[in-house]
């Protein structure tokens, strides 16, 4: 157990429609990572959060949001959903940004979009 | 964009047999990760490398950072049953403009016991 929690585990929804997953860090963490693993792109980083605020992007759709609210916890919307949207979404939490040996990832939410 | 690959796909072994994979990229990197990945779980740390040319074990698991810094390896020796399960390579530029972390496709590793 890496001390990371997602909700949902598991969601199942239709094209077009809004989802939102949940992520808590590990206490005391303040960096707050997402990344989608697909079948053919396989693991890639979509965005990062620092202490609420944005630190770094990377290949994340427009239709894709986040944030990092307060309590430190981060929630990624994901909206007009499409097929190929399908996949495990993970979250990932560090103490502060770094170098990727202090990210611990968590068990991730795995989305369909039918 | 940059991209990591990693070599073989997948593997079907026997129990008590060494396992070799290997990541390659067009691009350099200061650091070089290993994970392994369990059905239903998040990728889990195996061994962090950050210096060309670094070897470090972890049990019964090695890895190598190359010597040009555009490669890295992995090795598992007399592997076991929970040895299963998908190990990607991924690399980052830490503390330069391309930080973010990139991962390779991933090995499947099956052990036969």
């Known amino acids: 157990d890496s001390g990371v929690t997602q909700t949902p585990k598991h969601l199942i929804t239709a094209t077009g429609q809004r989802v939102t997953l949940r992520c808590s860090p590990r206490?005391?963490?303040?960096?707050v990572y997402w990344y989608q693993q697909s079948l053919d792109q396989g693991l890639q980083f979509l965005i990062q959060?620092?202490?609420?605020?944005?630190?770094a992007k990377g290949n994340i759709l427009e239709r894709f949001s986040a944030q990092q609210f307060p309590d430190l916890h981060s929630e990624l919307n994901l909206s007009s959903l499409e097929l190929g949207d399908s996949a495990l979404y993970f979250c990932?939490?560090?103490?502060?940004?770094?170098?990727?040996?202090?990210?611990?990832f968590g068990p991730g939410t795995r989305l369909t979009v039918l | 964009g940059q991209q990591l690959n990693q070599s073989p796909q997948s593997m079907f072994i026997q129990e008590g047999e060494d396992v070799s994979m290997n990541c390659t990229s067009s691009s350099i990197f200061n650091t070089w990760l290993w994970y392994k990945q369990e059905p239903g779980e998040g990728p889990v740390l195996l061994i962090a490398l950050y210096k060309a040319g670094e070897l470090t074990s972890n049990g019964r698991l090695t890895a190598q950072f190359g010597i040009t810094r555009k490669d890295s390896f992995l090795n598992i020796s007399a592997s076991i049953p929970s040895d299963v399960g998908i190990y990607f390579c991924a690399a980052q530029n830490y503390g330069g403009s391309q930080g973010n972390l990139i991962f390779g496709k991933g090995t499947k590793l099956s052990v036969k016991p």
């Open positions: 206490s005391g963490d303040l960096s």
């Open positions: 959060y620092y202490n609420g605020e944005e630190r």
């Open positions: 990932a939490s560090s103490p502060r940004p770094g170098p990727a040996d202090t990210q611990y």
